[in-house]
């Protein structure tokens, strides 16, 4: 027969009891108002403080977003990371904080798609419901995409780093960018050349960041995969997420047959971008994480095709 086990109980003090042992006390007579008209509002203040601010608001804030994509799956729920800021002049000592997330909650309840077009419409909202002549918004989330693998078909979900950003001046109007950042396999040019067999490959990333004309529509043109397919297209493979083996052997050809450099895969994305009439400038960043050295591997360039000047 089992016998249940008996353990000795500590009495403990009430929940009130252990409260007041840890620190809490009881509330104090109340005397300031609690109706929101009669209290005080320091951000409104209005005098000299003294400087200008180029930007002040609230970051890392969380909050689901739809977003739409030409590629499978069309549709996803995700999450974005939002920075929300706007300038103050020095005659207001702060601005209204709980705006920023206020109209972010608005925008939800009415179905929150990220995009530029409902990105400009926040802005700009934005700006107003602060009282001032420009606002920022900028949004980072990982957007999934479906990858099948060459030989086998059978598919999975890749994902990449995305960032839209919006800047609204009242007197300018809008200023539009972003940024995609993905993985991709590069094949080392030199270790194929100079050895009998096989060559050294690494896991690279790039991160692409561009501007955009101000008239650009994302809803006719998908900027995300423009920019997958330019990182994708220039690298020695693509990245899977299943692959069998004639898969595998197809890949690993492949990789072999396009050898790059760290160098190489920079100025082919920036090709890419160069011909792409949306884009007014850009920057193109890689790093490969070299697989026979504890170092990595990194190469950049930047063009602006307004200005036609190599950096």
């Given at each position: 027969?089992?016998?249940?086990?008996t353990f000795p109980l500590k009495q403990l003090?009430?929940?009130?009891?252990?409260?007041?042992?840890?620190?809490?006390?009881?509330?104090?007579?109340?005397?300031?108002?609690?109706?929101?008209?009669?209290?005080?509002?320091l951000q409104n203040v209005k005098r000299d403080?003294?400087?200008?601010?180029?930007?002040?608001?609230?970051?890392?804030?969380?909050?689901?977003?739809?977003?739409?994509?030409?590629?499978?799956?069309?549709?996803?729920?995700?999450?974005?990371?939002?920075?929300?800021?706007?300038?103050?002049?020095?005659?207001?000592?702060?601005?209204?904080?709980?705006?920023?997330?206020?109209?972010?909650?608005?925008?939800?309840?009415?179905?929150?798609?990220?995009?530029?077009?409902?990105?400009?419409?926040?802005?700009?909202?934005?700006?107003?419901?602060?009282?001032?002549?420009?606002?920022?918004?900028?949004?980072?989330?990982?957007?999934?995409?479906?990858?099948?693998?060459?030989?086998?078909?059978?598919?999975?979900?890749?994902?990449?780093?995305?960032?839209?950003?919006?800047?609204?001046?009242?007197?300018?109007?809008?200023?539009?960018?972003?940024?995609?950042?993905?993985?991709?396999?590069?094949?080392?040019?030199?270790?194929?050349?100079?050895?009998?067999?096989?060559?050294?490959?690494?896991r690279g990333r790039v991160t692409m960041e561009?501007?955009?004309?101000?008239?650009?529509?994302?809803?006719?043109?998908?900027?995300?995969?423009?920019?997958?397919?330019?990182?994708?297209?220039?690298?020695?493979?693509?990245?899977?997420?299943?692959?069998?083996?004639?898969?595998?052997?197809?890949?690993?050809?492949?990789?072999?047959?396009?050898?790059?450099?760290?160098?190489?895969?920079?100025?082919?994305?920036?090709?890419?971008?160069?011909?792409?009439?949306?884009?007014?400038?850009?920057?193109?960043?890689?790093?490969?994480?070299?697989?026979?050295?504890?170092?990595?591997?990194?190469?950049?360039?930047?063009?602006?095709?307004?200005?036609?000047?190599?950096?």
């Amino acid at each position: 027969m089992n016998k249940t086990k008996t353990f000795p109980l500590k009495q403990l003090p009430n929940k009130e009891q252990r409260h007041k042992l840890f620190g809490s006390v009881m509330p104090i007579e109340k005397t300031k108002p609690v109706e929101k008209n009669k209290m005080a509002d320091l951000q409104n203040v209005k005098r000299d403080f003294l400087f200008d601010l180029d930007a002040v608001g609230v970051s890392n804030v969380k909050h689901p977003i739809t977003v739409y994509s030409k590629l499978k799956p069309a549709t996803q729920t995700t999450i974005g990371t939002f920075y929300f800021a706007s300038s103050l002049n020095n005659t207001s000592k702060g601005t209204n904080m709980s705006r920023f997330t206020e109209q972010l909650n608005h925008y939800h309840t009415k179905g929150f798609i990220s995009d530029f077009t409902s990105l400009k419409s926040f802005t700009e909202e934005l700006a107003v419901r602060l009282e001032q002549k420009d606002a920022t918004l900028e949004v980072t989330f990982p957007w999934f995409y479906e990858r099948k693998a060459p030989q086998s078909g059978l598919g999975g979900m890749n994902h990449a780093e995305v960032t839209m950003k919006v800047v609204y001046e009242k007197d300018k109007g809008f200023t539009l960018s972003a940024s995609l950042s993905v993985l991709i396999t590069t094949l080392c040019p030199c270790s194929k050349e100079i050895s009998e067999y096989s060559a050294h490959n690494q896991r690279g990333r790039v991160t692409m960041e561009v501007s955009f004309t101000d008239d650009y529509d994302d809803t006719i043109v998908d900027w995300k995969e423009a920019l997958l397919d330019a990182a994708e297209s220039n690298a020695s493979a693509r990245l899977h997420p299943v692959l069998k083996r004639p898969d595998e052997k197809m890949i690993t050809e492949q990789a072999y047959e396009n050898p790059r450099f760290v160098e190489d895969m920079v100025r082919l994305v920036a090709a890419d971008l160069y011909e792409m009439t949306d884009i007014t400038k850009f920057k193109v960043y890689c790093r490969n994480e070299e697989s026979i050295h504890m170092h990595d591997a990194i190469a950049s360039v930047s063009y602006d095709k307004l200005n036609y000047d190599f950096k």
